[in-house]
């Protein structure tokens, strides 16, 4: 009776850990489809600049932003306005970046603390039309010395301002003088500022297709016009990434229709080889891809579907591959996962 | 189904036939779900264009012909019409099948002449079998219900009683056509069995004034052999004419104005709705008919837009005089 | 470890992991919410939906392959999935348990006896298989017709069969099996010429009505989690609402409660999965069972079986749920796990009779041609039907749709709901849409419902295709329906009231709703005449409407009689009097004694059919609370082209 029973809880226990395996396996399957989002999904996080042009403008009065304003802070001066025209009046030559990611238009005021003696604010609330085009001034400018806060989906403080992103707007507070946290007036701001526009939150799918592994923090950039000094390329989104102590950048950009992005490619690696660049005979294991060495260093441009992609500045034709890859994996996933079961 | 397993050495054989039936099921499945597998899912891609088309029936006489006869009788007319154009043989050889396309839209009585007469179509098939057809058929896609439309119209029981065979619509009869160059007629059900081995085409319809597009003749008779929901049709009653006028080239056709509706059409409803224009055509152009037949209706041609339309896709002439119609009082 | 631990560790993982799949079917790409989450996996996997499909569509679609791993693993196993992994299963168990607890162990045992009534699941089985199968099975029929010649072959083929059987003796009875033989063939000809010519399909998938799986997803998704969200518990901000739900709760509350009866009710008489994989769990490799035949019978075992197999004396395979509750409840060691039959015998299948599988056939064959008598399919479609978009046409629709309620679920304006009798019988519980209830009306760029539906019966469209752009640029937007307006209960047609909600709201671009605009005389309720008047004054003889009661801006004063009758906006009213505004003074000032009429400006709404795309958002927003005073209807709907309102050009 006794070894019996001992045999049969031996082959139960062996049985239970075969199976409880099965459901860690099972829980990692899942986990990790997840990622992998519903078209449905998609198209509802999706930038759609059509469908923000639909969007009411917000009636908001220039000075209703931060109203109320936090205890203490009263206006120094009257808002000011500015549209594309005048924008060059406020920033000056800054004004050629908003302008070339579609802004509509520019609020600013300055604002006084009177608790604080010698902090004064000046915010400027940039209208620029739609999300994506907020996230692309937002990303091309971010400093060096940034911290990232949770104020709205992209926001981060340097140590004398906050800058964030949210709907289609994006916001500068810029306080006086330097502090070791944000400012309460400031965050008491900001704050107010995203209560009184609602935007949901969006998810750029594009940012989604960038492979974690070994990128950069926070180096997601969206290019709104002209990347890398090509007339042709708007929309495009890069990432930083560190291989073996190397840097170098992937860029992707999601096109109308599969035909624009195949004609890009080859567009650009046309324009690639006109300014100096020598093609290199290289087996890629991604389909109609083209590897170019310019100014020392390598560059792989491919195409998938609707998406163009790419590698540029990096070091040596090992690091390219790996990470031209590793993108092309991951679009072609999105891909193909955004079309078969959920 | 029980098993008594006393004996042990049966369950090592047991269990290999279980093994095996259970191998080939699990293989049958896979095999099954690997094969039926489909992992795009339905698409509704329009279907396309769909292969069965009318034949040419026209005879392909030298010129288009016309006759235009003036009678009171319309039996004499119609033989004298035929005549006229070089006789029945012309059109009809030994050993054909012909297919009357008649008008019985309507369950009403042949005497308000809001469907073909029952005489003329009786004559026709008379005429058909004279001159060696093997077979003939009477067919139309009524608006009212077929079995009431063509008993109380008479046309039953004459085509039968002359040899005829009639095909009344039933919802198997009917094929998805797309006639080529047309907007409309794309993927659109078409009384199409019946033709299937039909060598030759005779429209017969009766001359009628028509609310909606303006006349019913010649060409409107072949409405009557679309299927489905086609009062849809109506919201572009000139382009289905014409479309219709491009999906059968006939024979011949047959405008019986011996006594024609001239108001409340296309259904009428009173002899006072009727004038006795006692006039019978004969053609080969359904374009050139139609446009005579206007005349006789008293319209003018602008006030009926398929006509140029369809004179302008090419089915035929509207100046039916180019034709050197042949005329005849009897 | 044990093995019941064990057993109840991936109940209870995959019962919380149903309700994950449950809660994040929303809209959205945070962890809480849709993402790429595989809510339909356990869908999937229930191989009743995969064979129901496979049987009225000859498809497997996409992620409904993974029931084959349930079916070999099943062959292979046994009823693993009815012990370990359905999340319905595993709520009747708790329930049952729980009700069992204060009971002696007699009862308990009494509890778990095999009763006859266990073969009724094979009934609805037969019954649910049947209807799935007819159109295949009327096919086969006319396979005379269609196929002679392989019909022919296939004939000869069995005649050769018979003929060498005969000459071998092996058959009992030659002359009777012949005989048999032509009246076979005789029949299959003349049932082929009779079915020449039969155009409706006869078969619908309607196992979705008591397949546990979609069940559950079901009851969960229309019942539970709507009253979940009416707590503070709840992630959306407002409580979802669905139609027509009475039913689907009954039935889960009913389900759940006659475990107080017999534990696992539903899963021992009911269960058409269970009837299915008791069948494939014929050859199975591994069973329950006795190591040795010296079993006192004592009945022990059964105390806490949860198929209710008897494994006391004959196991009956078809019923054993795999919960290996006996193997440790035997005192004596003696059940276990093993490759070879049970030492006191064992029972494959179910007590079917001949008779009760025809009737079961029978029934099912017929239910759908009765059904289908009333035209609902075809010329006496109901208007109100109108299905979300991306829906295939009906007939093939309702060969896919589980109701399952996913669309439901994941519809973000909620206006997704389970039908009545709006689409037949058999479209109980598959989606239409109710534009009243839900936050706003079908959303113009969201493509969500296709792109989960398990089978296909919405398909998964892009919003290319959805918004007719780019490839679908000729065939235009997707049409669930055309809105009409009521002119009766418009609120500008018959109530002299400005309104136009419906135009502002609508979402096409050019919109699908045109206004008019018509300049109506109110009624005032006095007769108002000039006293006096300049330019832009009019002072009245008599009392007029009270203060700034005509100053909206849609009020307008025309002067009779007078040369000028251009309608003039008031923009403010005293009593005694009215002033116009400044752009349209009085060209010569009315003359004493004139009459003042009041007029109303109006845009009065009507539809262009050519835009409208039916979402519903007119019908949500039209101020007429009760019957809107705009409602869509299903005319004009893209999926059946039999319903086109207008010619395409």
Same mark, same amino acid.
């Given at each position: 009776m006794i070894p019996e029973k001992k045999n049969n809880s031996r082959r139960q226990t062996f049985l239970s850990m075969v199976i409880l395996s099965i459901l860690l396996v099972i829980g990692a399957g899942i986990w990790m489809t997840q990622s992998r989002f519903n078209a449905g999904v998609l198209q509802k996080d999706a930038i759609l600049p059509a469908s923000n042009k639909d969007k009411p403008p917000s009636k908001l009065a220039p000075n209703a932003f931060f109203a109320p304003l936090p205890e203490g802070v009263q206006p120094l001066t009257s808002t000011e306005t500015f549209d594309a025209r005048t924008l060059s009046d406020k920033i000056d030559g800054k004004a050629e970046l908003y302008l070339s990611a579609g802004f509509t238009r520019l609020v600013s005021q300055r604002f006084k603390d009177e608790r604080a003696d010698d902090l004064w604010l000046e915010a400027f609330v940039y209208d620029m039309g739609n999300s994506q085009n907020a996230f692309s001034v937002f990303s091309a400018q971010r400093r060096e010395d940034a911290a990232t806060l949770d104020l709205s989906q992209n926001a981060y403080r340097t140590p004398n301002a906050v800058f964030l992103t949210h709907g289609r707007y994006y916001v500068e507070i810029i306080a006086s003088k330097a502090s070791e946290k944000v400012p309460p007036p400031v965050k008491i701001m900001a704050e107010t500022f995203i209560h009184n526009t609602p935007a949901e939150t969006v998810t750029l799918n594009e940012t989604a297709l960038f492979p974690k592994q070994e990128r950069v923090k926070n180096s997601m950039v969206l290019i709104a016009a002209n990347a890398f000094g090509y007339e042709g390329f708007d929309k495009i989104y890069t990432a930083e990434y560190e291989l073996n102590d190397q840097r170098l950048t992937a860029y992707l950009s999601h096109r109308k229709t599969n035909e624009e992005a195949q004609k890009m490619a080859s567009d650009y690696t046309q324009f690639l080889l006109t300014y100096g660049g020598q093609k290199i005979e290289e087996p890629l294991p991604i389909k109609d891809a083209r590897m170019i060495k310019i100014l020392d260093t390598y560059e792989i441009v491919f195409f998938h579907g609707p998406y163009l992609a790419g590698i540029r500045e990096a070091a040596t034709v090992h690091l390219a591959k790996t990470l031209a890859d590793r993108l092309y994996h991951r679009i072609k996933e999105t891909d193909n996962g955004s079309r078969s079961k959920p | 189904m029980d098993r008594d397993p006393n004996h042990d050495g049966l369950n090592r054989r047991q269990f290999l036939d279980r093994l095996t039936k259970a191998g080939i099921c699990i293989a049958a499945a896979g095999a099954a779900g690997f094969w039926f597998h489909d992992a795009k899912g339905p698409v509704t891609s329009e279907p396309g264009p769909s292969n069965v088309i009318l034949k040419d029936f026209s005879v392909g006489v030298p010129a288009q012909k016309m006759s235009i006869i003036r009678g009171k009788d319309r039996v004499a007319t119609l033989q004298t019409a035929l005549k006229s154009l070089g006789g029945i043989e012309t059109f009809i050889k030994k050993g054909d099948r012909v297919l009357l396309k008649v008008n019985a839209a309507f369950a009403s009585p042949a005497m308000l002449s809001a469907t073909t007469h029952p005489a003329i179509v009786a004559e026709m098939t008379r005429l058909c079998f004279r001159a060696g057809a093997a077979s003939v058929v009477v067919t139309d896609n009524p608006i009212n219900d077929p079995a009431s439309c063509f008993t109380l119209t008479g046309i039953a029981d004459a085509a039968r009683n002359a040899g005829a065979r009639v095909v009344l619509p039933r919802d198997d009869l009917f094929s998805p056509m797309t006639v080529k160059g047309a907007k409309l007629i794309r993927n659109w059900p078409v009384l199409y069995q019946p033709f299937t081995d039909i060598t030759k085409v005779i429209g017969m319809a009766p001359l009628k004034d028509h609310h909606r597009s303006g006349a019913s003749m010649t060409m409107k008779n072949w409405y009557g052999l679309l299927g489905g929901r086609r009062n849809i049709f109506h919201q572009d009653i000139n382009g289905i004419i014409m479309e219709l006028a491009m999906m059968v080239k006939p024979t011949l056709v047959i405008l019986d104005a011996t006594t024609a509706m001239v108001t409340n059409g296309p259904t009428g409803g009173s002899l006072s709705d009727l004038k006795n224009t006692d006039t019978m055509i004969a053609s080969t152009d359904q374009v050139a008919a139609d446009a005579f037949g206007a005349s006789i209706l008293g319209r003018s041609l602008d006030k009926l837009p398929y006509i140029g339309k369809a004179e302008a896709a090419g089915i035929g002439t509207a100046d039916y005089l180019k034709l050197n119609p042949v005329r005849a009082s009897i | 470890m044990n093995i019941v631990t064990t057993r109840r560790i991936c109940q209870g993982f995959f019962f919380v992991l149903f309700l994950l799949f449950c809660a994040v079917t929303t809209l959205g790409g945070q962890w809480w919410q849709l993402r790429g989450w595989p809510v339909n996996w356990l869908i999937q996997l229930d191989p009743l939906v995969g064979l129901g499909t496979l049987l009225t569509t000859r498809t497997v679609y996409a992620?409904?392959?993974?029931a084959l791993a349930t079916i070999a693993l099943t062959i292979v196993l046994g009823r693993f999935f009815c012990g370990w992994i359905c999340p319905f299963g595993s709520i009747h168990q708790v329930v049952g348990f729980l009700a069992k607890r204060s009971r002696s162990i007699p009862e308990k045992i009494k509890l778990n006896q095999y009763r006859p009534g266990q073969a009724i699941k094979y009934w609805i089985l037969i019954f649910l298989l049947t209807m799935s199968a007819m159109e295949l099975l009327i096919d086969l029929i006319r396979l005379p017709e269609t196929h002679g010649l392989f019909f022919g072959i296939l004939m000869l083929a069995a005649l050769s069969g018979l003929i060498l059987k005969a000459v071998r003796h092996t058959s009992a009875n030659p002359k009777k099996t012949g005989v048999v033989f032509l009246i076979v063939v005789a029949v299959w000809l003349l049932l082929s010429m009779v079915f020449k010519g039969y155009q409706t399909s006869a078969a619908a998938l309607q196992i979705g009505l008591l397949d546990p799986i979609p069940l559950v997803y079901r009851s969960i998704n229309l019942i539970i989690l709507p009253l979940v969200g009416r707590t503070s518990l709840s992630i959306p901000t407002i409580p979802r609402a669905y139609d027509g739900t009475f039913l689907i709760a009954a039935i889960f509350l009913a389900a759940i409660l006659l475990n107080l009866a017999v534990p696992r009710f539903y899963c021992r008489f009911i269960c058409p999965a269970g009837a299915l994989f008791g069948i494939l769990s014929r050859f199975a490799i591994w069973r329950v069972g006795k190591t040795k035949n010296e079993c006192i019978e004592c009945g022990l075992c059964e105390k806490n079986c949860e198929g209710a197999c008897s494994p006391t004396s004959k196991i009956r395979i078809n019923e054993c749920v795999l919960c290996m509750n006996c193997l440790n409840d035997c005192r004596h060691h003696l059940m276990t796990y093993q490759i070879t039959a049970s030492a006191s015998g064992e029972i494959l299948g179910p007590d079917l009779s001949r008779r009760q599988f025809i009737a079961s056939a029978i029934s099912g064959a017929a239910a759908i041609p009765m059904v289908r008598i009333s035209g609902h399919v075809g010329k006496n479609w109901d208007p109100a039907l109108v299905r979300p978009p991306g829906s295939l046409p009906e007939k093939a629709f309702l060969s896919r749709c589980i109701k399952c309620g996913q669309c439901m679920r994941i519809c973000p304006t909620n206006v997704i709901h389970p039908a009545g009798l709006q689409g037949g019988l058999e479209g109980l519980w598959t989606p239409v849409l109710n534009f009243? =209830?839900?936050?706003?009306? +079908?959303?113009?760029? +969201?493509?969500a419902c296709g792109n989960l539906c398990p089978t296909a019966a919405i398909r998964p469209i892009t919003l290319d295709e959805r918004l007719g752009r780019n490839r679908y640029a000729d065939h235009g937007p997707i049409k669930i329906g055309t809105a009409f307006v009521d002119r009766g209960r418009c609120l500008a047609r018959a109530m002299d009231r400005p309104c136009i909600v419906c135009q502002e709201n609508c979402p096409v671009s050019p919109k699908a709703i045109r206004t008019r605009e018509v300049f109506n005389t109110i009624d005032t309720g006095a007769k108002l005449t000039v006293a006096k008047a300049d330019a832009l004054y009019i002072e009245f003889q008599n009392t007029g409407p009270g203060m700034n009661q005509l100053a909206t801006g849609d009020y307008f004063a025309v002067v009779q009689p007078s040369a000028d009758h251009r309608p003039r906006r008031i923009v403010s009213n005293w009593e005694r009097g009215l002033r116009v505004a400044d752009e349209v003074p009085f060209g010569s000032s009315p003359k004493p004694g004139s009459r003042v009429d009041i007029q109303v400006r109006l845009q009065q709404p009507h539809v262009d059919p050519k835009q +409208? =795309? /039916?979402? /519903?958002v007119c019908e949500h927003e039209c101020p007429v609370p009760g019957k809107r005073a705009i409602r869509v209807t299903a005319d004009n709907e893209s999926r059946n082209p039999e319903h086109a309102l207008l010619l395409k050009q």
């Open positions: - | - | 992620g409904l392959l993974w009243r =209830i839900g936050t706003s009306g +079908c959303q113009f760029n +969201c493509i +409208c =795309i /039916g979402c /519903g």
